[in-house]
């Protein structure tokens, strides 16, 4: 008897991108007005048997933010799994590390006041980003200090005490695009959430532009009752290339109805909703999956290997959650950045921020063991990759994804220009 569903290999020439830019995450969701957000300080942490006073970094999260889908609640267990593992290998410096972790719960009055707090009542040396609320860039870029991290980092977050570890929104848009042309693809499709994501949608067409590539978008709500309508017009548009802004269950949502109307295009898109759920999927088996870090699911790249043993050992729970995604690999790697900067700062317990500053305009073509793409920051300037990650979707984890692909820094510039 032949089995009722059979898993899809996806045909060469055709490419759905699943990709959700974090600048829609955020536009296409309610806001919570966040009541009284929480503070984390460490607890529950391994301090390695290191004596002394510690080195206290800030951190900001919109980690229960309704807008986010959950997709950052497990930040903490992530920072906290950092902190024990940078402390039980030394710690930094021969110090042990802290990290006041603050969540503004979506509210935006949150986000400034939390931010006011780690600068000027905690003074730390520097904050590690997840994702951020804008209402407080115009503080944190005056206040001059390193904020690290934050990949998909967008518009007012642009500023040059931004270090980002991976693509921002502007490198995302581009391994979209150049994912979906390297595979065949003449014309890129994108449905893109509505009301909300204009912005989005203007920069998918300036991407397709610059790497001579068709396109056509069309607006979707996750609130409609079907998407047949949208299907049907990016199959008359002659789309093989089509990226659905919604999050993992939508973009299944969607493509099974487009798939229905007998365009099945193959699937790629971004790893961050990359849940385990999407893994196991059999339709999506093949998929290839872009991502600012590299793959740390079966590759043998120190720094993969490394944050794969922190979280088993330390976080198991939220490393094991069907809900976890490599999304959380940048709140890793944000961590990581600050340790290299630090050490190469030789930063302590009372050192300022200029003495991060410091430690992170030393490093040259730093990776993290393998995690990004060589990074050099210059004083003065947002430093923005070229580069992203490509990994494909193989029984239920990802494979591949252990060397940067780089685009022409000169599309890259033209893009964020237009």
Same mark, same amino acid.
């Given at each position: 008897?032949?089995?009722?569903?059979?898993?899809?290999?996806? %045909?060469?020439?055709?490419?759905?991108? *699943?990709?959700?830019?974090? *600048? %829609?995450?955020?536009?296409?969701?309610?806001?919570?007005?966040?009541?009284?957000? /929480?503070?984390?300080?460490?607890?529950?942490?391994?301090?390695?048997?290191?004596?002394?006073?510690?080195?206290?970094? #800030?951190?900001?999260?919109?980690?229960?933010? !309704?807008?986010?889908? #959950?997709?950052?609640?497990?930040?903490?267990?992530?920072?906290?799994?950092? @902190?024990?593992?940078?402390?039980?290998?030394?710690?930094?410096?021969?110090?042990?590390?802290?990290?006041? $972790?603050?969540?503004? &719960?979506?509210?935006?009055?949150?986000?400034?006041?939390?931010?006011?707090?780690?600068?000027?009542?905690?003074?730390?040396? %520097?904050? *590690?980003?997840?994702?951020?609320?804008?209402?407080? +860039?115009?503080?944190?870029?005056? %206040?001059?200090?390193?904020?690290?991290?934050?990949?998909? !980092?967008?518009?007012?977050?642009?500023?040059?005490?931004?270090?980002?570890?991976? !693509?921002?929104?502007?490198?995302?848009?581009? &391994? =979209?695009?150049?994912?979906?042309?390297?595979?065949?693809?003449?014309?890129?499709?994108?449905?893109?959430?509505?009301?909300?994501?204009?912005?989005?949608?203007?920069?998918?067409? !300036?991407?397709?532009?610059?790497?001579?590539? /068709?396109?056509?978008?069309?607006?979707?709500? *996750?609130?409609?009752?079907?998407?047949?309508?949208?299907?049907?017009?990016?199959?008359?548009?002659?789309?093989?290339? $089509?990226?659905?802004? =919604?999050?993992?269950? /939508?973009?299944?949502?969607?493509? /099974?109805?487009?798939?229905?109307?007998?365009?099945?295009?193959?699937?790629?898109?971004?790893?961050?909703?990359?849940?385990?759920?999407?893994?196991?999927?059999? =339709?999506?088996?093949?998929?290839?999956?872009?991502?600012?870090?590299?793959?740390?699911?079966?590759?043998?790249?120190?720094? +993969?290997?490394?944050?794969?043993? +922190?979280?088993?050992?330390?976080?198991?729970? &939220?490393?094991?959650?069907?809900?976890?995604?490599?999304?959380?690999?940048?709140?890793?790697?944000?961590?990581?950045?600050?340790?290299?900067?630090?050490? &190469?700062?030789? @930063?302590?317990?009372?050192?300022?921020?200029?003495? @991060?500053?410091?430690?992170?305009?030393?490093?040259?073509?730093?990776?993290?063991?393998?995690?990004?793409?060589?990074?050099?920051?210059?004083?003065?300037?947002?430093?923005?990759?070229?580069?992203?990650?490509?990994?494909?979707?193989?029984?239920?984890?990802?494979?591949?994804?252990?060397?940067?692909?780089?685009?022409?820094?000169?599309? $890259?510039?033209?893009?964020?220009?237009?």
């Amino acid at each position: 008897m032949q089995p009722r569903h059979r898993p899809r290999r996806f %045909a060469p020439k055709l490419t759905l991108l *699943l990709a959700l830019l974090m *600048l %829609a995450v955020t536009a296409c969701g309610p806001s919570s007005d966040g009541g009284d957000a /929480g503070s984390r300080s460490g607890s529950g942490t391994s301090d390695g048997g290191l004596k002394g006073d510690p080195i206290v970094v #800030g951190a900001l999260c919109s980690c229960t933010a !309704a807008f986010t889908g #959950g997709a950052f609640s497990l930040v903490p267990e992530v920072i906290d799994a950092w @902190v024990s593992h940078t402390n039980d290998n030394g710690g930094i410096n021969g110090h042990p590390v802290r990290v006041t $972790l603050l969540d503004d &719960a979506g509210n935006p009055a949150k986000t400034l006041q939390n931010a006011k707090k780690l600068v000027e009542q905690d003074k730390v040396p %520097a904050i *590690l980003m997840a994702t951020v609320m804008p209402s407080a +860039a115009d503080y944190l870029k005056a %206040a001059d200090i390193p904020l690290i991290g934050f990949d998909f !980092a967008f518009g007012p977050y642009s500023f040059p005490n931004l270090f980002t570890t991976g !693509a921002d929104q502007w490198t995302a848009a581009v &391994a =979209s695009v150049d994912i979906a042309k390297r595979l065949g693809a003449k014309k890129y499709g994108y449905m893109f959430c509505d009301p909300g994501c204009d912005q989005p949608d203007a920069l998918a067409k !300036a991407t397709t532009e610059q790497l001579g590539v /068709g396109y056509f978008s069309t607006p979707i709500s *996750l609130s409609q009752p079907d998407y047949i309508a949208q299907c049907l017009a990016a199959k008359e548009a002659g789309v093989d290339g $089509l990226q659905i802004g =919604s999050n993992g269950a /939508g973009v299944s949502k969607v493509a /099974g109805q487009c798939a229905s109307q007998g365009f099945e295009p193959p699937l790629i898109g971004g790893a961050f909703i990359a849940t385990q759920t999407v893994l196991n999927d059999f =339709s999506l088996q093949g998929a290839k999956l872009w991502s600012s870090l590299a793959n740390y699911q079966g590759t043998s790249l120190p720094g +993969a290997k490394a944050f794969t043993e +922190a979280m088993t050992t330390y976080a198991k729970d &939220a490393f094991t959650n069907p809900e976890f995604t490599p999304q959380y690999e940048t709140t890793w790697a944000a961590g990581e950045m600050f340790k290299a900067a630090a050490e &190469a700062g030789g @930063v302590g317990p009372t050192s300022k921020p200029a003495d @991060v500053f410091n430690g992170l305009y030393s490093l040259k073509d730093e990776t993290l063991g393998g995690l990004t793409a060589p990074t050099t920051y210059e004083k003065g300037t947002f430093w923005r990759t070229p580069c992203y990650f490509e990994s494909t979707i193989d029984s239920g984890k990802l494979t591949g994804g252990d060397k940067p692909i780089c685009v022409p820094q000169s599309v $890259l510039d033209a893009i964020t220009k237009s």
